[in-house]
């Protein structure tokens, strides 16, 4: 699937949207509905939406970054690859939020520092970087939504680090499932998408996924993984003191 560059004419092959549609889209989310009325007129000089039609690269390492994008459906994985091939998510960036790296490389002129796929269809919103930066010298809330997304990207990251550093894949499986689990204790994903998410293998994933199912933790089929012992799953991710810590093994019952 072809990638967009982001200035001018896209690369990527989804359907444009541009000006007052745009807009009007963006002001379903926090802060663009609190612009002023020449702040909405600045924003619709040649903001476009993008409908990314499904997964699929949106930006790569090197690229140039022109203008500020938001995500208004689905949800942008941002992303590095070590020298090993091995891939580790370092956030995601979900409908109404934008992105702090790229924020960064257009008010500092650098290339885009990781990658961004979109996981499912969704569409995102570009901001032209004349336009953003105007913005955030006129509008208070853009001035916020800046800080607001910087001061959220070092909170993420720093409790990503200190997950590497400090959890094993298990915790660490078992941490992703809590945090990104719906409402009903459903996350529909594969084994390989949360390899890419934890930096490890497949078949690491499926050891430690085979665990959990003995264990009574989770139920899987395919594309789709449920919480079936959230109490547990939090217990692996911070042992009890009175157990001592014990690892689940394969089999092991529920308690």
Request: charge should be positive; proline fraction near 5%.
């Amino acid at each position: 699937m072809a990638t967009s560059d982001f200035r001018g004419q896209a690369r990527y092959a989804p359907n444009v949207t541009t000006l007052e549609a745009t807009v009007a889209v963006l002001e379903d989310f926090e802060p663009f509905c609190r612009m002023s009325a020449a702040g909405k007129a600045l924003l619709a000089q040649g903001s476009l939406r993008k409908n990314l039609p499904g997964p699929g690269s949106v930006l790569h390492k090197g690229q140039p970054v022109s203008g500020a994008y938001v995500a208004l459906e689905g949800r942008l994985r941002v992303f590095t690859i070590g020298p090993n091939g091995t891939e580790a998510t370092l956030y995601f960036v979900n409908p109404g939020e934008t992105c702090v790296l790229a924020i960064n490389c257009l008010f500092n002129d650098l290339l885009y520092p990781a990658w961004v796929q979109t996981e499912s269809p969704g569409a995102i919103a570009l901001i032209p970087g004349p336009v953003y930066r105007r913005l955030f010298e006129t509008e208070s809330v853009i001035q916020n939504l800046t800080v607001s997304t910087l001061s959220t990207l070092v909170y993420r990251l720093m409790a990503e680090l200190d997950q590497m550093h400090s959890s094993n894949h298990r915790q660490r499986l078992a941490q992703f499932m809590l945090l990104h689990a719906a409402a009903d204790g459903s996350l529909r994903t594969t084994q390989q998408q949360l390899a890419r998410h934890l930096g490890t293998t497949r078949e690491v994933v499926a050891r430690l996924m085979g665990e959990f199912v003995a264990a009574g933790l989770l139920h899987t089929q395919r594309g789709l993984i449920s919480i079936r012992d959230l109490f547990g799953l939090r217990r692996v991710v911070a042992p009890d003191p009175v157990s001592g810590g014990r690892k689940i093994k394969a089999g092991q019952p529920k308690r």
